[in-house]
């Protein structure tokens, strides 16, 4: 009975970790990366004699991520589930791949700060479960081209700029002299 | 012509991504509007159709010869399919997006554009199919008659002489008023060369539309071929013209539908075709026939064309076609070797709605012919014992060979059906009997000649024809008649 509690306690912790993780996951890169780790990790258990799944994770994992499980770890809660790590890789693994994408065009290849606020935004207004594939594109000159859940829009300056050329066509030859 | 992929993007607002390409099948991700049947077009510029919604991908039939790269963006037009049509198409070879296949002779774009898909007119709209649609073919003609608006299927093996018949019903028809619409499916670049130089030897190219795909071309685009024709035959019946509509050849078809539908992972039927095979070609013939509109008449004759191997009429496709058509025409291939042009077996062919267009003469003669052919079939197999034969079967057999030598038409492309009634009169009676074959052959050509130069003999055979009610009168009339001075 009490195994049982232990059990279930740990499922519980396992599954808390992976929502913390996915929720600080922001980018199309962090995911790849996160994703490519897994794979790693899965593949070593059958490949690398000795070498523990939480070390390979160590070497592969962006350490903003990794401190989640270095938590976990440190607390022993792969063990006490019958499964280890690889219940948990698969979870995690499947979660990612759920994880829907929100692809950005921005003029500027962005920092940082501007990542966080996007993610911020994103995450307050649309919830959660989103990451940005962010391109840099100069020819817009500004604004953003979006694409999400097959929605398209085109919030550029540069289409802006060419709206407004056509509509006020007359006008701006009239302005420049030419008849 | 090319389609502006930004300025759907910019209207639609959505937009794809191909995550599968799978043959002529493209498996893409995002267009949360597609509906089925809606044209897309790809970054190329290239176009496809949405054939199947699931949760998670749209399936969409391509009509590019080039694969398509995955990750290629795609957008939604919110339009079906549709074809350009107009009087321009008259003499152009184009393929089913309604693009001239000749980059040497482009023409401009046209104003009208109708839809590829159509739902069949009702009851209401349609008449009974009155007038016989002349193929110039004696045996046809007389024997096997077709009324404009009937769909007439024309089966076969391959190298039975169907295209050269088809040449020859299309040349009569047009020659009369018609328009034509040739759709070729599938077939290589030296047969659809081949047909547009015999279309244009008979001086009726300009008044034929062309439509082909070819061999090489995509599933898509040969699936489209039959049914962008007869969007184009509909809009000449519309303007009050009758239209004479070729499909060469629906086993080509099938097999296409087959292979998009097993791409498509759909639960093969028998002999591994999808289970909407018959509904795929009878929308498609469903949309022939005798209409009015605006209290006219105009009529849509459609002439199916299926191949047969080794005379297997009870194929799968053989079958479902000759279910929805209104008769057959079966060109045997032993007929064909023994050197009998055309080819047709007129005890195996049908025609479900001709006979009502033809004279009560015609009909008449129909009905001696064949009896007659019959009888002389079944003397044939008695011949064989080696008897000596009785003096009837002999002259039956003399008939007979006058009668096939009327009916070979290997060098006349063309006999109008009121020669027909006149020379079988000539060949029937006793007019040309007891002469060789060779003989028979110069007389009926005399008359052919005659009948094409010479507008007064054409005027009295013309006269002599509606003259004469019924056989007797016809065959009494040509044993009065002195022709010597003609």
């Known amino acids: ?179 | 012509m090319k389609i502006d992929f930004n300025k759907y993007l910019d209207e639609i607002g959505e937009i794809g991504f191909v995550e599968k390409s799978v043959s002529s099948l493209v498996y893409a991700s995002g267009l949360p509007g597609a509906s089925p049947e809606e044209v897309v077009v790809f970054e190329s510029g290239e176009l496809g159709q949405v054939t199947a919604l699931s949760e998670s991908s749209v399936e969409i039939l391509s009509f590019s010869p080039n694969p398509i790269r995955t990750g290629s963006r795609i957008v939604r037009t919110n339009n079906c399919l549709k074809v350009p049509v107009g009087e321009e198409l008259l003499g152009k070879v184009i393929n089913p997006l309604g693009n001239s296949i000749n980059p040497q002779k482009p023409f401009f774009p046209l104003a009208e554009q109708r839809s590829v898909e159509v739902v069949p007119p009702g009851i209401k709209f349609r008449s009974t199919i009155k007038r016989q649609c002349e193929t110039g073919i004696s045996m046809i003609d007389l024997l096997l008659p077709i009324g404009m608006g009937q769909r007439e299927l024309v089966m076969g093996d391959q190298k039975t002489g169907k295209s050269r018949v088809l040449t020859r019903i299309l040349l009569s028809q047009i020659k009369q008023g018609s328009v034509g619409i040739y759709a070729a499916v599938g077939k290589s670049q030296l047969a659809i060369k081949q047909i547009e130089e015999i279309l244009a030897q008979f001086k009726i190219l300009e008044k034929t539309v062309m439509v082909v795909s070819r061999a090489d071309d995509a599933a898509g685009m040969i699936f489209l071929t039959p049914y962008t024709a007869m969007t184009i035959a509909e809009y000449f019946r519309d303007l009050g013209r009758d239209v004479l509509i070729v499909l060469d050849d629906l086993t080509v078809h099938a097999r296409t539908v087959r292979e998009i539908a097993l791409l498509g992972k759909r639960f093969p039927g028998r002999s591994s075709y999808p289970g909407d095979i018959f509904y795929t070609h009878a929308r498609l013939l469903e949309r022939a026939g005798n209409f009015i509109a605006d209290g006219k008449e105009a009529a849509i004759t459609c002439l199916p064309v299926v191949e047969t191997v080794q005379g297997d009429m009870a194929g799968y496709i053989q079958t479902n076609i000759m279910s929805m058509t209104d008769g057959h025409l079966f060109f045997d291939h032993k007929l064909f070797v023994e050197g009998r042009r055309p080819a047709v077996d007129p005890f195996i062919s049908v025609t479900r709605v001709g006979r009502q267009t033809q004279s009560v003469l015609q009909r008449e003669i129909s009905r001696e012919i064949i009896t007659f052919l019959r009888n002389a079939d079944k003397m044939h197999n008695f011949a064989s014992f080696g008897a000596e034969l009785g003096e009837h079967i002999k002259k039956a057999f003399e008939k007979e060979d006058r009668i096939m030598t009327f009916f070979d038409q290997t060098v006349y492309d063309r006999i109008p059906v009121k020669l027909q009634v006149f020379l079988f009169g000539l060949v029937w009676g006793e007019a040309l009997a007891g002469r060789t074959h060779l003989d028979v052959q110069k007389e009926i050509q005399k008359f052919v000649l005659l009948y094409e130069g010479d507008s007064k003999t054409r005027e009295w055979v013309d006269k002599f024809v509606d003259g004469s009610l019924s056989l007797e009168t016809l065959l009494s009339g040509i044993a009065e008649t002195d022709f010597s001075h003609r």
């Open chain 1, 1 to 179: 009975m009490q195994e049982q509690q232990e059990t279930s306690n740990a499922v519980n912790e396992l599954l808390e970790t992976i929502e913390k993780m996915l929720e600080h996951m922001r980018t199309k890169e962090e995911r790849d990366e996160v994703s490519f780790a897994i794979e790693s990790a899965l593949n070593g258990a059958y490949t690398l004699k000795g070498v523990k799944t939480e070390d390979i994770l160590r070497m592969h994992m962006p350490y903003r991520f990794f401190r989640f499980l270095e938590e976990m770890t440190g607390r022993g809660v792969p063990e006490k589930k019958s499964d280890n790590w690889g219940q948990f890789l698969q979870d995690l693994k499947k979660k990612l791949g759920a994880m829907e994408v929100l692809k950005i065009d921005l003029a500027v290849e962005p920092n940082e700060e501007l990542i966080n606020q996007m993610h911020s935004w994103i995450h307050r207004e649309l919830g959660g479960g989103i990451i940005l594939d962010i391109h840099s594109d100069k020819t817009i000159l500004g604004g953003i081209r979006i694409v999400y859940r097959g929605r398209y829009g085109n919030l550029t300056l540069k289409d802006r700029i060419l709206k407004v050329m056509n509509r006020e066509k007359q006008k701006i030859l009239e302005e420049i002299g030419y008849k």
